[in-house]
């Protein structure tokens, strides 16, 4: 079993990747994550700030790396790598252009949360804002959105996790490309 370490963004891509959907999901492909640290927005997912994170997860066991942030409004991925400055061997996966699309192309989750069984949404990765987009869908379909804060996004993930959000879902949909090159490397991981 080959234990992961994960650096990421913020909050909801915490509880995420903590979540039992993901562990399951990991555990089924034969990876272990050993622990996910939280960087507290992506200004600190800066090289001075990284060496510390990947120490901790090093000392933890991990043998890789994986670093999870959004694009945002930052031009390209390449920029936003550059930015991060990781080491060679570890690995950047940056949601296109926040990780709230991966939730837009989860027909499943989004169906059970807007109480919808014909939700579909065919272009996830080009919404600015897709929080904005789910809690205007949300105030739509239920009559009652979430918030705007940050602890709104706590309480979608959290809501969307009980709704069955499975990002293996979020991979299969045909315009979601960065949760299915999440996927795909992850799974490309488990083989080594």
């Not at 963004?9 to 399951?24: K, M, P, R, Y």
């Not at 991925?77 to 699309?101: G, P, Y």
């Amino acid at each position: 079993m080959v234990k992961i370490g994960f650096i990421c963004e913020g909050d909801t891509e915490q509880i995420l990747l903590l979540s039992d959907n993901f562990q399951s999901y990991l555990s089924s492909i034969n990876l272990r994550a050993v622990n996910v640290i939280n960087a507290c927005g992506s200004g600190n997912l800066l090289p001075h700030n990284i060496k510390g994170y990947i120490q901790s997860l090093e000392n933890a066991g991990a043998e890789v790396i994986l670093i999870l942030t959004d694009l945002d409004n930052e031009i390209c991925i390449t920029q936003t790598k550059e930015r991060i400055m990781a080491r060679q061997q570890d690995i950047v996966i940056i949601a296109v252009k926040k990780i709230e699309a991966w939730f837009l192309a989860n027909e499943i989750a989004m169906r059970s949360l807007l109480n919808n069984s014909h939700f579909s949404f065919s272009l996830p990765e080009l919404e600015n804002n897709p929080f904005e987009t789910i809690n205007n869908l949300l105030v739509q379909y239920t009559g009652r959105g979430i918030g705007k804060s940050s602890a709104g996004k706590i309480r979608l993930v959290k809501r969307l996790l009980d709704a069955g959000l499975d990002l293996s879902n979020s991979g299969i949909h045909p315009k979601c490309f960065s949760a299915k090159y999440f996927l795909d490397t992850l799974q490309k991981l488990a083989l080594k």
